[in-house]
């Protein structure tokens, strides 16, 4: 699953409001959860972070691109 979130262009300057919160549909129980984005780790994260209801983790990948926007991919943890 892909969500690509857009930013004004202050971003690119680090100035200006970009949600700090992306909108992801659980892989397994199709629940929509809010997730915290964290824009201080840098231009590309990787991490597992669990749903709100059926507890089962997810692959989060988050992408900072050039243009201010947010790509945010959710995956099961436990595809191979």
């Keep these: 699953m892909r ?9 690119l300057s680090g100035e200006g409001p970009i949600d700090s ?3 992801i ?8 959860n809010e997730i915290a984005l964290d824009l201080h780790s840098g231009h ?3 991490y597992v972070e669990d749903c709100d209801v059926c507890r089962r983790p997810w692959q989060i990948r988050l992408i900072y691109d050039p243009y201010g926007r947010i ?3 959710v995956s099961a943890a436990d595809d191979p």
């Excluded at 969500?3 to 971003?11: K, N, P, S, V, W």
């Excluded at 549909?25 to 929509?32: A, D, F, L, M």
């Design 21 to 23: 919160g992306a909108r």
């Design 71 to 73: 790509i945010v991919e």
């Design 44 to 46: 590309s994260q990787d």
């Design 25 to 32: 549909r659980c892989p397994y129980c199709g629940v929509v």
């Design 3 to 11: 969500h690509d979130q857009g930013a004004d262009d202050d971003f």
